[in-house]
């Protein structure tokens, strides 16, 4: 992540071919700023983030992050973003889906893989 900022969002910003950005949040029982490289959407002003964890039963440790802090800041192409994100509702979710997976099809792979209801988060400028 040092070079990935010394380069000012060039370079080192993508995971297994696929773009990725940086989220800047607080954890959940630390308190404490940690900033994580997520897969995102970009979404109107802002960005979702889908908490799938490849379809695995559980969600990601970030997903609780989020829910306690909503207040992120976000490093991509580099740009930087202070956003707030806020789970998707589920009447909001059947039009996000499609968005999310014309953006990295292997989400609705993910969502056959479990049976919970993978979260959203829609990320909007503060």
Request: proline share 8%; with cysteine.
């Amino acid at each position: 992540m040092v070079l990935h900022r010394l380069s000012g969002g060039r370079l080192f910003n993508t995971l297994a071919g696929d773009e990725v950005c940086f989220v800047t949040m607080k954890g959940a029982k630390s308190g404490r700023s940690l900033t994580v490289p997520l897969m995102y959407v970009p979404y109107q002003e802002g960005l979702l983030l889908v908490a799938s964890q490849g379809g695995a039963p559980k969600n990601p440790a970030w997903y609780f992050n989020l829910v306690k802090h909503p207040d992120i800041e976000i490093n991509y192409r580099g740009k930087h973003m202070a956003l707030r994100a806020r789970l998707a509702t589920a009447e909001e979710k059947p039009d996000l889906w499609p968005v999310c997976y014309q953006h990295y099809a292997p989400y609705e792979e993910y969502r056959t893989r479990t049976k919970r209801d993978i979260p959203i988060f829609v990320c909007e400028p503060v």
